[in-house]
T-cell receptor, first 117, second 115 residues
Framework: EAQVTQNPRYLITVTGKKLTVTCSQN?????MSWYRQDPGLGLRQIYY???????DKGDVPEGYKVSRKEKRNFPLILESPSPNQTSLYFC????????????????FGPGTRLTVL | GNSVTQMEGPVTLSEEAFLTINCTYT??????LFWYVQYPGEGLQLLLK?????DKGSNKGFEATYRKETTSFHLEKGSVQVSDSAVYFC??????????????FGQGTILTVHP
């Protein structure tokens, strides 16, 4: 089954304790992205990756890191989490896009609900 | 920059009522437009899409038409069901530029349908 998986689904942690949220897709997609969802703000992009070893910042990258060493995995790293990073996080993937009329459906993972105390 | 504005929620309807959720956008170029749905406890699923002006996307009884003249992509359904209760997001996909593949989302509209 084609899917995007995330782990963990729920996480409660304390300020400053490094954590990693994993994301994996089995569709051989080049493009992967992380979003955070906050009430009244919709989803905002944190980081994205066009392919292996190619990553770039989205709209809200502060306090986050990513890596793309393999095509299927795109972990989100919080080196020193703070309470304002309490949120619902989604990973998404698609075939690479580009050009005026390009469109490729993005597939979303089930989400990771993170609470930083 | 690009932006998407959805009507404020929550929206509460009785079963079989008509649904409209307004969505307007600001974008340069020729974006593609989407509606995503998020059922309780789940991730986002693509509901429908339109890639150019006057396209109509449709799925599961939902429809939306890409109106370039009014920069709108309103979601409609003629007769909602309890199972349609979810959060609905309007989104646009940057076409070209330096942020390939980035979806810009509206704030989401919570829909609750009562029997």
């Amino acid at each position: 089954e084609a899917q995007v998986t995330q782990n963990p689904r729920y996480l409660i942690t304390v300020t400053g304790k490094k954590l990693t949220v994993t994301c994996s897709q089995n569709m051989n997609h080049e493009y992967m992205s992380w979003y955070r969802q906050d009430p009244g703000l919709g989803l905002r992009q944190i980081y994205y990756s066009m392919n292996v070893e190619v990553t770039d910042k989205g709209d809200v990258p502060e306090g986050y890191k990513v890596s793309r060493k393999e095509k299927r995995n795109f972990p989100l790293i919080l080196e020193s989490p703070s309470p304002n990073q309490t949120s619902l996080y989604f990973c998404a993937s698609s075939y690479a896009t580009g050009g005026k009329s390009s469109y490729n459906e993005q597939f979303f993972g089930p989400g990771t609900r993170l609470t930083v105390l | 920059g690009n932006s998407v504005t959805q009507m404020e929620g929550p929206v509460t309807l009785s079963e079989e009522a008509f649904l409209t959720i307004n969505c307007t956008y600001t974008a340069t170029g020729y974006p593609s437009l989407f509606w995503y749905v998020q059922y309780p406890g789940e991730g986002l699923q693509l509901l429908l899409k339109a890639t150019k002006a006057d396209d109509k996307g449709s799925n599961k009884g939902f429809e939306a038409t890409y109106r370039k003249e009014t920069t709108s992509f309103h979601l409609e359904k003629g007769s909602v069901q309890v199972s349609d209760s979810a959060v609905y997001f309007c989104a646009l996909l940057n076409a070209g530029g330096t942020s390939y593949g980035k979806l810009t989302f509206g704030q989401g509209t919570i829909l609750t349908v009562h029997p």
